[in-house]
């Protein structure tokens, strides 16, 4: 992309031990074709060499003492610096040379949400039968239930406005993997179908282990779709970062201070 798109964003990874593949997740993020990018991972207290590995590229680090997948998001969320916010895992499955195609489209069309479809694009061996079945089962049951017509329920690439989050209704509340899904139903209902949309994308094979647990987080995720769709659904923590949250932009964290 030759031309300089004139927004600020923040691309977001939530990690837990992903020494493995985050240095090349980060390698593959374009640069120079917006006015400013802050690269940003929320690490879930990993045991490994992920945060000094985040550092060495010059990679923002917020570090986050509270478990999961969705609260990770839910800090990340709040403390992005930039107007843009793109989401993907650190793992090299989701395409990072679209990030700015993907921008553009959210600009040029003004939209307020995009959500990346894996299932249609899948490239071979990126996801075992069992998760694509798995992911075909929760995706079917989100569209039953809610009527919004995502066809990849769990995909975890969106490109969005930050300020979406303006709205109280629009945040989503749950501090595990079914995030994915909450923040697509809130999406549709709060943005509209032509303000929140789904692009299809590719989906590779995964570099690293896996922190995901089949049959349990396959488990959590229906029934909180279920529990969600008649209102039982309930937060356990608050939007945003807790005060002593260490961050590499306070030089506060413990590779920081070795």
């Known amino acids: 992309m030759v031309e300089v798109l004139p927004v600020s964003v923040t691309v977001l990874l939530p990690t837990r031990n992903e020494e493995e593949a985050l240095g090349a997740t980060v390698d593959a993020i374009p640069r120079g074709w917006c006015d400013s990018l802050e690269i940003m991972i929320v690490d879930g207290s990993s045991t490994d060499r992920t945060r000094e590995i985040a550092l060495e590229k010059?990679?923002?680090?917020?570090?986050e003492p509270r478990?999961?997948?969705?609260?990770?998001?839910?800090?990340?969320?709040?403390?992005?610096?930039?107007?843009?916010?793109?989401?993907?895992?650190?793992d090299c499955t989701y395409p990072a040379e679209l990030i700015p195609e993907l921008v553009k489209k959210l600009i040029d069309d003004d939209l307020k949400f995009i959500t990346c479809d894996r299932l249609s694009m899948a490239e071979s061996g990126s996801m075992s039968g069992l998760h694509g079945f798995g992911n075909w089962v929760l995706s079917f049951t989100a569209r039953v239930l809610f009527g919004y017509g995502i066809k990849d329920s769990q995909s975890g690439m969106w490109v969005f406005r930050k300020d979406i989050f303006e709205n109280e209704k629009m945040r989503p509340t749950n501090d595990g993997m079914p995030l994915s899904e909450e923040v697509k139903i809130l999406a549709r209902k709060h943005l509209g179908k032509k303000k929140a949309i789904e692009i299809s994308v590719p989906y590779r094979e995964r570099v690293g282990e896996a922190e995901i647990h089949t049959w349990g987080d396959g488990w959590k995720n229906l029934r909180f779709l279920y529990a969600k769709r008649i209102g039982l659904a309930r937060k356990r923590t608050e939007w945003g970062p807790l005060e002593d949250n260490p961050?590499?932009?306070?030089?506060?964290?413990?590779?920081?201070?070795?």
């Open 58 to 63: 010059d990679v923002r680090v917020h570090l």
């Open 67 to 90: 478990k999961g997948y969705g609260r990770a998001y839910r800090t990340g969320f709040a403390v992005a610096s930039n107007d843009i916010i793109v989401t993907m895992d650190a």
């Open 247 to 258: 961050d590499s932009l306070n030089n506060d964290l413990p590779e920081q201070k070795n």
